[in-house]
């Protein structure tokens, strides 16, 4: 008889509560809480750190010979550090990045078992929890997931490594109301790809989730940057239909592979038939599928396309259309009212003012000084003279208006009287409005008044004196 079949990995042993797991290089200790839930190969449970009764992390436990888990940590440790994550997210100028930061990892004795522990930050819930109540996602809730993988891919792909099995069970939720705190999960079929050679292996084909897999893990080539595309594209179509074309036919790797193939021969059109209820997502859904089959197996992904496509995705909005009614009344527009619209026009712009010149404001400050000099002295001055005979002769004195008429005096700019008021110097002279009713400026126009007051009160009394002297 042959041997029997030793299965490739284990299932770890069920921990009690509160077992202590020791951090070697923090020399921290955590505690086991309850299980939440048991994957292919390992239990994953709640976990607290010592001396908090919060159970904030999340634990996941295999044996330590078991592949997958040893892979994640190898990933973790690599690239999944929290100073790692936070100098990329200050180096970008983004908030949230959607991967999980390593919080611990080690490996302890339970019984005669020898057990490989990882501990991550513990999140709300699963997408694969809500799609299976919604069973669908809308066009905007699918938008937010997939800017949020993007981010987590673009991550991955800078430090070389390709995550190969996204899937809703595979995206955790900070928030279960809010999609865009979408965090991506579960490395146990990631590797570096910086080193990929096209050579297909049969030992390694189909791997990963046969429906969403990519065309090159069913040719058997190890996962490639582009696959990490191509995969995301086959879950948006069933986020957003709750379908897949080959969906019934799981269980066949192969009769998946051959239809993905026929899929993606014609990806324009057969898009169109499967997204015919979301023609809103086409554009950048095929800008995935397009950039995936377009970029070479060994190179990198242009992402900045991607996100192109995403963001005129989140921001179009549908054409608004005229209603009928609309239509006819502003094309029934006769010419008479067209006409009178451009006599209006017309007018408009010979009657409209046009700004005034420098020279011209000159001119119009000028004419009303002139003005104001003339309402200032409107009769003439009466100057007493020797009296001859016993009688008083008097004579009128030219006023300054005369005296520029007739080129004797200069005429003045200001008028005396406008000078002797500060308030009124103030509204003549140009630019001083905007002078507060305090400060130099306004000291020396003060002083000119007070002078101008001086003189006037100095020549009066002169003139009194002269007078007294002759009587």
Same mark, same amino acid.
């Given at each position: 008889?042959?041997? !029997?079949?030793?299965?490739?990995?284990?299932l770890?042993?069920?921990?009690?509560?509160?077992?202590?797991?020791?951090?070697?290089?923090?020399?921290k200790?955590?505690?086991?809480?309850?299980?939440?839930?048991?994957? *292919?190969?390992?239990?994953?449970?709640s976990?607290?750190?010592?001396?908090?009764?919060k159970?904030?992390?999340?634990?996941?436990?295999? #044996?330590?010979?078991?592949g997958?888990?040893?892979?994640?940590?190898?990933?973790?440790?690599?690239?999944?550090?929290?100073?790692?994550?936070?100098?990329?997210?200050t180096g970008?100028?983004i908030?949230?990045?959607?991967?999980?930061?390593?919080?611990?990892?080690g490996i302890?004795?339970?019984?005669?078992?020898?057990?490989?522990?990882?501990?991550?930050?513990?999140?709300?819930?699963?997408?694969?929890?809500?799609?299976e109540k919604?069973?669908?996602?809308?066009?905007?809730?699918?938008?937010?997931?997939?800017?949020?993988?993007?981010?987590a891919?673009?991550?991955?792909?800078?430090?070389?490594?390709?995550?190969?099995?996204?899937?809703?069970?595979?995206?955790?939720?900070?928030?279960?109301?809010?999609?865009s705190?979408?965090?991506?999960?579960?490395?146990?079929? %990631?590797?570096?790809?910086?080193?990929?050679?096209?050579?297909?292996?049969?030992?390694?084909?189909?791997?990963?989730?046969?429906i969403?897999?990519?065309?090159?893990?069913?040719?058997?080539?190890?996962?490639?940057?582009? *696959?990490?595309?191509?995969?995301?594209?086959?879950?948006?179509?069933?986020?957003?239909? *709750?379908?897949?074309?080959?969906?019934?036919?799981?269980?066949?790797?192969?009769k998946?592979?051959?239809?993905?193939?026929?899929?993606?021969?014609?990806?324009?059109?057969?898009? !169109?038939?499967?997204?015919?209820?979301?023609?809103?997502?086409?554009?950048?859904?095929?800008?995935?599928?397009?950039?995936?089959?377009?970029?070479?197996?060994?190179?990198?992904?242009?992402?900045?396309?991607?996100?192109?496509?995403?963001?005129?995705?989140?921001?179009?909005?549908?054409?608004?259309?005229?209603?009928?009614?609309?239509?006819?009344?502003?094309?029934?527009?006769?010419?008479?009212?067209?006409?009178?619209?451009?006599?209006?026009?017309?007018?408009? !712009?010979?009657?409209? #003012?046009?700004? %005034?010149?420098?020279?011209?404001?000159?001119k119009?400050?000028?004419?009303?000084?002139?003005?104001s000099?003339?309402?200032s002295?409107?009769s003439?001055?009466?100057?007493?003279?020797?009296?001859?005979?016993?009688?008083?002769?008097?004579?009128?004195?030219?006023?300054?208006?005369?005296?520029?008429?007739?080129?004797?005096?200069?005429?003045?700019r200001?008028?005396?009287?406008?000078?002797?008021?500060?308030?009124?110097?103030?509204?003549?002279?140009?630019?001083?409005l905007?002078?507060?009713?305090?400060?130099?400026?306004s000291?020396?126009?003060?002083?000119?008044?007070?002078?101008?007051?001086?003189?006037?009160?100095?020549?009066?009394?002169?003139d009194?004196?002269?007078?007294?002297?002759?009587?």
């Amino acid at each position: 008889m042959p041997p !029997k079949k030793v299965p490739l990995h284990q299932l770890a042993p069920p921990l009690p509560q509160k077992t202590p797991l020791r951090d070697v290089s923090t020399k921290k200790i955590y505690h086991i809480g309850t299980q939440i839930a048991t994957g *292919g190969f390992g239990r994953i449970y709640s976990c607290s750190e010592e001396g908090s009764r919060k159970e904030n992390y999340c634990c996941k436990v295999e #044996p330590q010979g078991n592949g997958p888990l040893f892979t994640e940590v190898n990933v973790f440790q690599r690239i999944l550090r929290a100073a790692d994550i936070n100098a990329y997210k200050t180096g970008r100028k983004i908030t949230w990045l959607g991967v999980p930061p390593m919080i611990s990892t080690g490996i302890f004795d339970y019984k005669q078992d020898k057990l490989r522990y990882l501990i991550i930050p513990k999140y709300a819930t699963s997408l694969e929890e809500i799609r299976e109540k919604k069973k669908v996602f809308d066009p905007k809730a699918c938008l937010k997931i997939v800017k949020c993988v993007l981010d987590a891919l673009e991550y991955l792909h800078t430090k070389s490594y390709v995550h190969a099995d996204i899937k809703a069970g595979n995206i955790l939720l900070e928030d279960p109301a809010n999609l865009s705190t979408s965090v991506l999960v579960d490395y146990g079929l %990631a590797r570096m790809a910086s080193a990929n050679v096209e050579k297909p292996d049969k030992k390694r084909a189909h791997n990963g989730t046969a429906i969403f897999t990519s065309i090159d893990a069913h040719r058997g080539l190890n996962p490639s940057y582009r *696959g990490d595309i191509e995969i995301l594209g086959y879950n948006v179509i069933y986020w957003l239909t *709750g379908t897949l074309p080959w969906q019934n036919l799981e269980s066949n790797a192969e009769k998946v592979f051959a239809a993905k193939q026929d899929f993606v021969k014609d990806v324009k059109e057969n898009l !169109k038939k499967v997204l015919e209820k979301h023609q809103s997502c086409f554009s950048w859904v095929e800008k995935l599928f397009r950039v995936a089959l377009d970029t070479p197996y060994t190179s990198g992904v242009n992402f900045k396309q991607i996100h192109q496509a995403c963001n005129t995705g989140s921001t179009a909005s549908p054409a608004k259309k005229a209603t009928p009614s609309v239509v006819r009344a502003s094309t029934k527009r006769s010419s008479t009212e067209d006409e009178e619209n451009r006599k209006d026009v017309k007018k408009a !712009k010979v009657t409209a #003012p046009a700004k %005034a010149t420098r020279v011209e404001r000159k001119k119009v400050f000028v004419k009303e000084v002139n003005a104001s000099e003339s309402d200032s002295s409107p009769s003439p001055v009466v100057t007493p003279l020797k009296r001859a005979n016993g009688v008083a002769h008097t004579s009128s004195a030219p006023t300054s208006k005369q005296n520029g008429q007739n080129g004797i005096i200069k005429k003045s700019r200001v008028a005396t009287a406008i000078k002797q008021d500060p308030q009124q110097l103030r509204t003549k002279v140009p630019g001083m409005l905007n002078f507060a009713t305090k400060g130099r400026r306004s000291i020396i126009i003060n002083k000119i008044a007070k002078r101008s007051r001086r003189k006037a009160t100095s020549s009066q009394e002169n003139d009194d004196n002269s007078e007294s002297s002759e009587i």
